[in-house]
């Protein structure tokens, strides 16, 4: 099964609820019904209303990530049109999805036990990452694959961690990413307290240590001034 993510901007001053309630019911609905075999949603709503520890960028912020499952990919067309019609602008990617870490597969979670349809607990934050010039596609999977992702695993108190890499985008005019990432956080204190999310205890050296070994290896496949984060609320709505 293929997978295919939409990222999608709304209308300025629309409430957060009232486009979480849209989303959820009346688009999740359509997709569905127009082929998705699996849906998930990412939303930013007021559960999600929390500043993130990591370093913060300014420019403009996506609403929500929808991540769509099938067979064929024919239901394209129809998918952004449902969003355009919604009062969304999508950007939509076909991707190759790579899991590092699900839910239960360290000391920060459990197994998933709660029903399609239910807000999954803590905090979700979606990267969008370009890759830089200065580096071939291959080295910057190598880096990101290699080197961030061991990394960010050791030291953070993530309790679930999936990269996509795009394989090509699906919407003409789409931004030019090569990488979106779903990092869920336990609660909204593993990602706005800095000891908790560098992982150093309370202890102030290790913390400076941890975010310096940090921003090297981001650097290193990654412009910081690129890289935009957004914290989400996840609705895994048909698994």
Same mark, same amino acid.
Request: net charge positive.
């Given at each position: 099964?293929?997978?295919? +993510?939409?990222?999608?901007?709304?209308?300025?001053?629309?409430?957060?609820?009232?486009?979480? %309630?849209?989303l959820?019911q009346?688009?999740?609905?359509?997709?569905?019904? /127009?082929? @998705?075999? #699996?849906?998930?949603?990412?939303?930013?709503?007021?559960?999600?209303?929390?500043?993130? /520890?990591?370093?913060?960028?300014?420019?403009?912020? +996506?609403?929500?990530?929808? @991540?769509?499952?099938s %067979?064929?990919? @024919?239901?394209?067309?129809?998918?952004?049109?449902?969003?355009?019609? /919604?009062?969304?602008?999508?950007?939509?990617?076909?991707?190759?999805?790579?899991?590092?870490?699900?839910?239960?597969? %360290?000391?920060?979670?459990?197994? $998933?036990?709660?029903?399609?349809?239910?807000?999954?607990?803590?905090?979700?934050?979606?990267?969008l990452?370009?890759?830089?010039?200065?580096?071939?596609? @291959?080295?910057?999977? $190598?880096? *990101?694959?290699? &080197?961030?992702?061991?990394?960010?695993?050791?030291?953070q108190?993530?309790? #679930?961690?999936?990269?996509?890499?795009?394989?090509?985008?699906?919407?003409?005019?789409?931004w030019?990413?090569?990488?979106?990432?779903?990092?869920?956080?336990?609660?909204?204190r593993?990602i706005?307290n800095?000891?908790?999310?560098?992982?150093?205890?309370?202890?102030?050296? &290790?913390?400076l *240590?941890n975010?310096?070994?940090?921003? $090297?290896?981001?650097?290193?496949?990654?412009?910081?001034?690129?890289?935009r984060?957004? %914290?989400?609320?996840?609705?895994?709505?048909?698994?």
């Open positions: 099964m293929e997978k295919y +993510i939409y990222l999608l901007w709304g209308q300025k001053g629309q409430d957060k609820e009232e486009r979480r %309630n849209q959820l009346d688009v999740a609905s359509q997709l569905l019904g /127009a082929g @998705a075999e #699996r849906l998930t949603m990412y939303i930013v709503d007021r559960d999600s209303a929390v500043k993130s /520890a990591a370093p913060f960028h300014p420019g403009e912020r +996506i609403c929500a990530e929808v @991540a769509l499952w %067979n064929d990919g @024919a239901q394209l067309e129809s998918w952004e049109r449902c969003f355009q019609t /919604a009062g969304f602008r999508p950007a939509g990617y076909h991707v190759d999805e790579f899991i590092y870490t699900e839910y239960g597969g %360290n000391r920060y979670s459990g197994c $998933r036990d709660w029903p399609d349809g239910q807000r999954s607990p803590g905090i979700v934050a979606v990267t990452m370009e890759r830089p010039k200065r580096l071939t596609r @291959a080295e910057w999977i $190598r880096r *990101w694959h290699g &080197r961030q992702s061991p990394l960010s695993e050791e030291m108190p993530r309790s #679930r961690y999936i990269r996509n890499v795009v394989i090509k985008p699906v919407t003409p005019g789409s030019p990413l090569e990488g979106i990432v779903e990092e869920a956080w336990p609660s909204a593993h706005t800095p000891f908790v999310f560098y992982g150093a205890g309370r202890n102030p050296i &290790r913390l *240590w975010m310096m070994r940090m921003l $090297r290896s981001v650097n290193r496949f990654l412009d910081m001034h690129r890289i984060t957004t %914290n989400t609320s996840e609705y895994i709505l048909r698994s």
